[in-house]
């Protein structure tokens, strides 16, 4: 990670090296700490910031769900976020808002503890690597088992994230790029940090967030366009085995954005290479983001 210049903190401009907090900050002990991941894009009209919005509306129903009251309005935060892209002088980039307890408590209530608010934006290129968005990545299934649906799948908390860290230790550390998580009834949840999508004879499924999944805006955000394009995508539990049958596999993502999977559990997907209805895809959400497509302008919010 190349430092920038600036991080917003709690409404001011701090410079990089000074954006600190104590050791005794709560979400360092708890995991008490929720977060959004974004990413602004250049594009013909300016650097773009991509469902801006939505993403700090979440970010505030994920404080309320752990009741932690923020100060900012979405509008703040939004209006905060361009205002750091254009100081960091960044015509694309990744933006990481978190809201997290700091001093006042350390104990497991956290009630006196301060809120505070973040925003950090820097340069980050593909997650799981420009190789793997070209010819697709290895995964496995993993032996963690998603978090169950009673402690907030739905809310990006940074403790509930010990769950993906696991799973994603555990596959690189076998040889393989990504794992795929299955819930606490053994269905198909999601990957360590990505919603998964799979194909089969022409229909594009993915698991409803019942399953234990993020809600994911990415995730939507393929999904209407696939629709939008002609096919017909539907919300479906599905097993294991369903990833061995399948014709195509991928994930989605702010930081993954449309990965091809070419191999689960050391089987091909398909012939082993990203298949048509990934790639369309995959085309429609990069011309999306890059400001090459006319539907949906209001996902763009300019910089």
């Given at each position: 990670m190349e430092p920038t210049k600036y991080i917003w903190l709690d409404g001011e401009m701090v410079p990089w090296d000074e954006a600190n907090v104590h050791v005794l900050t709560h979400a360092i002990h708890y995991g008490t700490a929720v977060f959004e991941g974004i990413r602004a894009y250049e594009t013909p009209n300016g650097a773009a910031v991509f469902r801006l919005t939505k993403h700090m509306d979440r970010l505030r129903r994920s404080a309320k769900a752990y009741q932690m009251p923020v100060e900012w309005s979405t509008e703040n935060l939004t209006k905060a976020t361009k205002e750091l892209i254009v100081a960091n002088e960044l015509k694309s980039c990744y933006v990481r808002p978190v809201t997290f307890l700091e001093l006042g408590a350390l104990g497991l209530?956290?009630?006196?503890?301060?809120?505070?608010?973040?925003?950090?934006?820097?340069?980050?290129?593909?997650?799981?690597?420009?190789?793997?968005?070209?010819?697709?990545?290895?995964?496995?299934?993993?032996?963690?088992?998603?978090?169950?649906?009673?402690?907030?799948?739905?809310?990006?908390?940074?403790?509930?994230?010990?769950?993906?860290?696991?799973?994603?230790?555990?596959?690189?550390?076998?040889?393989?790029?990504?794992?795929?998580?299955?819930?606490?009834?053994?269905?198909?949840?999601?990957?360590?940090?990505?919603?998964?999508?799979?194909?089969?004879?022409?229909?594009?499924?993915?698991?409803?967030?019942?399953?234990?999944?993020?809600?994911?805006?990415?995730?939507?955000?393929?999904?209407?366009?696939?629709?939008?394009?002609?096919?017909?995508?539907?919300?479906?539990?599905?097993?294991?085995?369903?990833?061995?049958?399948?014709?195509?596999?991928f994930f989605t993502g702010t930081a993954a954005e449309v990965t091809p999977v070419r191999e689960v559990d050391d089987r091909a997907v398909g012939d082993g290479k990203p298949g048509p209805i990934t790639k369309r895809a995959q085309q429609l959400y990069l011309d999306m983001v890059g400001g090459k497509l006319d539907v949906h302008p209001e996902w763009l919010e300019y910089v």
């Amino acid at each position: 990670m190349e430092p920038t210049k600036y991080i917003w903190l709690d409404g001011e401009m701090v410079p990089w090296d000074e954006a600190n907090v104590h050791v005794l900050t709560h979400a360092i002990h708890y995991g008490t700490a929720v977060f959004e991941g974004i990413r602004a894009y250049e594009t013909p009209n300016g650097a773009a910031v991509f469902r801006l919005t939505k993403h700090m509306d979440r970010l505030r129903r994920s404080a309320k769900a752990y009741q932690m009251p923020v100060e900012w309005s979405t509008e703040n935060l939004t209006k905060a976020t361009k205002e750091l892209i254009v100081a960091n002088e960044l015509k694309s980039c990744y933006v990481r808002p978190v809201t997290f307890l700091e001093l006042g408590a350390l104990g497991l209530n956290p009630s006196n503890a301060r809120v505070r608010t973040a925003i950090i934006t820097w340069e980050w290129g593909a997650y799981l690597g420009e190789e793997g968005m070209r010819d697709g990545i290895r995964v496995r299934v993993s032996s963690w088992r998603r978090f169950p649906m009673d402690v907030f799948p739905n809310a990006k908390a940074s403790g509930t994230y010990i769950n993906s860290i696991l799973a994603k230790m555990e596959a690189v550390g076998n040889g393989y790029d990504e794992a795929i998580m299955l819930n606490t009834e053994g269905k198909i949840s999601e990957g360590s940090g990505e919603n998964i999508f799979i194909i089969t004879d022409g229909v594009v499924y993915t698991p409803p967030v019942s399953a234990g999944c993020l809600d994911g805006i990415t995730r939507d955000t393929v999904a209407t366009l696939l629709a939008e394009d002609g096919y017909e995508v539907v919300e479906k539990s599905f097993s294991r085995s369903d990833l061995y049958y399948c014709d195509e596999v991928f994930f989605t993502g702010t930081a993954a954005e449309v990965t091809p999977v070419r191999e689960v559990d050391d089987r091909a997907v398909g012939d082993g290479k990203p298949g048509p209805i990934t790639k369309r895809a995959q085309q429609l959400y990069l011309d999306m983001v890059g400001g090459k497509l006319d539907v949906h302008p209001e996902w763009l919010e300019y910089v």
